[in-house]
């Protein structure tokens, strides 16, 4: 499975994005897909991630309320859109896909997430 990252950019505070998550095959319905953000001199976190099937959402509290994912399955394509950004939201956006079979309690973990994107650049300014 091959993930690209897109849609970063330079957007003021209180702005919006939306990034895209492009997969090389049908990942709807075998694999969930995953946002994951890195700021700099941190460690990679959890942003959002949408279940392979049922779309079932889960967010991570820093972004609930402002970022919304989404799936277009006959486009193989993972949304992020992120409105209300804060400049704590600067990092570089990564998606990932599983194995297509992480149990719930490990769907926030970076571990668990087999295939990864190269990673977008979002920059929100003060």
């Known amino acids: 499975v091959q993930l690209q990252a897109s849609g970063g950019g330079l957007v003021q505070a209180g702005g919006s994005l939306r990034l895209s998550c492009a997969a090389s095959e049908r990942t709807n319905n075998r694999r969930t897909i995953g946002w994951f953000r890195q700021a700099p001199g941190k460690a990679r976190e959890f942003v959002s991630v949408?279940?392979?099937?049922?779309?079932?959402?889960y967010y991570a509290d820093s972004v609930k309320g402002r970022f919304t994912i989404s799936r277009d399955n006959a486009k193989n394509t993972v949304y992020l859109q992120m409105n209300s950004l804060k400049p704590e939201d600067t990092a570089v956006y990564y998606c990932?896909?599983?194995?297509?079979?992480?149990?719930?309690?490990?769907?926030?973990?970076?571990?668990?997430?087999?295939?990864w994107g190269q990673g977008t650049l979002v920059t929100v300014s003060s």
């Open positions: 990932a896909a599983d194995g297509g079979s992480t149990i719930q309690s490990m769907l926030r973990s970076v571990a668990s997430y087999d295939y």
């Open positions: 949408i279940r392979r099937s049922g779309g079932l959402t």
